[in-house]
């Protein structure tokens, strides 16, 4: 089918700001700075940097930093099935961290709008799409697969390919969807 489309993002916006509960109030009432809570800072980077698919994140691994360091750590985060570098800045004296990373990122919806567009202009019909996983890393090779249904109700199986970080894609049908 060979039809191209290009939709991309930065996660979290390329920066993101969040407060860690859990390290303020292992805070509360000791003397000097707060303790470093690993654990409290990797269970909230996923909704720090992707707010709208925070399970798209399926592992955050900081490693095991100093805890008295005043420094950034420097993170490894799965999402979507792949790995992404993650700058996470320690918390502040009132428990916000904040959330770095570079990654673009490309959403189900946006692909499924430029498919629906495209079809249409294409073959002059409109069709209900719907595509999955909700997000993917702009990377060349990341898949998502579409469902095309046509005003009569039939389902045509579609996969999107990203071709680079701008999120660029390619439409093909799917033979065995």
């Known amino acids: 089918m060979g ?7 930065r996660a979290g916006g390329g920066l993101v700001v969040g407060l860690v509960l859990a390290v303020l109030a292992a805070g509360c009432g000791g003397e000097g700075a707060q303790a470093f809570d690993l654990e409290a800072v990797e269970a909230e980077v996923p909704a720090l940097l992707v707010p709208a698919h925070p399970g798209a994140v399926e592992d955050v691994d900081c490693g095991d930093p100093d805890p008295d360091g005043l420094g950034p750590v420097a993170c490894t985060a799965i ?28 959403e189900a919806v ?3 709008k430029a498919v629906a567009v495209r079809l249409e202009s294409d073959i002059g019909v409109v ?10 890393v702009a990377r060349e090779g990341q898949v998502f697969a579409c469902t095309a249904t046509d005003p009569a109700g039939r389902d045509h199986h579609l996969v999107a390919t990203l071709l680079d970080r701008d999120g660029s894609f390619r439409l093909d049908l799917d033979m065995e969807g």
């Open 79 to 106: 999402l979507a099935g792949v790995e992404v570098r993650v700058l996470v800045h320690r918390p502040s004296i009132d428990g916000r961290i904040r959330v770095e990373s570079r990654v673009d990122l490309v």
């Open 127 to 136: 069709n209900a799409l719907a595509c999955t996983p909700a997000v993917r």
């Open 110 to 112: 946006d692909v499924a």
């Open 3 to 9: 039809l191209t489309g290009s939709v991309a993002r």
